[in-house]
């Protein structure tokens, strides 16, 4: 038994949240598309920076563009686009089979840099659409204030958009906004709904990461106000999670989005994302294992994929102890801690984290440029 596969049975995908020349090349994503049931792929600036910059598989050709007189950010574009064609073509016949329509996708991101810049991301979003030019790619855009109407945008000209960078419940409900307003654009201008689909990246890890470390010194202050903060350690990431999937459920019923549906519109579905865990104290798998439920995706790392292989345990989880998660969201308010205001210095922190492997990874490539010039 591979309990990869039996999340399928549960209606959820699993993505992985990585890519690379190698993996590409040496059959390792065929061979996980085959036998785990790997529904897609998910990048970002971070990853291509480890991709391209940790190795010398990209060397050749960063160093036959230089000859021909690209600059570092147009030989990067051309990488990643390169490695997005090859992942979506290895991935065309799961997304073109009947059952699996929502599934398929390979995600590339627009630059980090352009996070407050709506028209700056509408003109890179649009030109990464079509120099991919594949049906199973999706457009990450940030769920920033600038990203938010660009979002509406695009999913209104047709592309599929994966959200990234969201941390907050209102945030959230701001993004699944967008969506179907788009929705609603496009189908008003007459156009087809039947193959526009979007996910909403809901980031889970970064939460605790932030808010344990506040609870925890309220924890040692003792008292009632310590019992509570000690009682919510490790809590806030999958309560925000299981709150944002009630919403989702109330977003996408009623007469508004059945009128969609009668146009043949797919939901946006969540996405869990920064579902690796980075605190040992933690089950490797706190952010799959309890995340499990119909109609979303886990993009997760390979290291964590490869755990839940040997020994994840497939359920159903993300509607046990929905009243719990509500009332342990209620509960920092009365610790004087506001989950909208540490949201959004997540959701700033988050675009710089994109920010500064991106300009390490334009860097390396700029070094490698040059070196192949004065090579010649």
């Known amino acids: 038994m591979n309990p990869l596969v039996d999340i399928r049975h549960l209606d959820q995908s699993v993505w992985l949240d990585f890519i690379s020349r190698q993996v590409l090349t040496n059959g390792e994503l065929k061979r996980r598309i085959a036998e785990d049931a790997l529904r897609g792929v998910t990048s970002n600036p971070a990853i291509f920076e480890k991709a391209i910059g940790g190795s010398a598989d990209y060397d050749d050709t960063i160093r036959k563009q230089a000859l021909q007189g690209k600059s570092a950010e147009e030989i990067y574009q051309g990488l990643a686009v390169a490695d997005v064609q090859a992942a979506c073509d290895l991935f065309r016949e799961l997304f ?63 592309l599929n958009i994966n959200v990234t960078l969201i941390f907050g419940l209102d945030q959230y409900q701001a993004v699944a906004e967008a969506f179907i307003a788009g929705l609603e654009d496009r189908a008003q201008a007459g156009y087809s709904l039947t193959n526009s689909n979007s996910v909403a990246s ?100 390979v290291e964590t994929m490869d755990i839940f292989k040997q020994k994840g345990r497939p359920a159903a989880r993300l509607e046990e ?7 342990v969201l209620a509960d920092l308010p009365k610790l004087d801690l506001d989950l909208d205001k540490l949201t959004q210095q997540l959701e700033k922190e988050g675009v710089q984290k994109f920010k500064e492997p991106f300009a390490k990874m334009l860097a390396s490539v700029e070094q490698k440029r040059q070196q192949a010039l004065a090579a010649d």
């Not at 991101?109 to 990464?128: F, H, I, N, W, Y």
Request: proline share 5%; charged share 25%; with cysteine.
């Open 96 to 158: 073109e089979s009947h059952d699996n329509s929502s599934d398929g996708y390979v995600s590339l991101e627009v630059s980090p840099e352009l996070a407050d810049d709506t028209e700056g991301t509408l003109a890179e979003a649009r030109q990464l659409w079509q120099a991919v030019d594949r049906p199973n790619v999706m457009i990450k855009v940030p769920a920033t204030s600038a990203g938010i109407p660009a979002i509406r945008t695009l999913i209104s000209e047709g």
């Open 202 to 301: 809901f980031f889970l890890s970064r939460i605790d990461v932030l808010i344990d470390p506040l609870l925890e010194q309220l924890a040692a202050d003792g008292g009632d106000r310590g019992l509570l903060a000690g009682s919510l350690v490790g809590e806030v990431a999958i309560a925000c999670a299981k709150q944002a999937y009630q919403r989702y459920k109330e977003i996408f019923a009623g007469p508004r989005w059945e009128a969609l549906v009668a146009k043949e519109a797919n939901t946006q579905r969540l996405l869990w994302a920064s579902t690796g865990n980075k605190n040992p104290k933690y089950d490797d798998l706190k952010y799959v294992e309890n995340l499990i439920g119909p109609r979303t995706v886990n993009t997760v790392p």
């Open 321 to 327: 102890n929905t009243d719990h998660a509500r009332q």
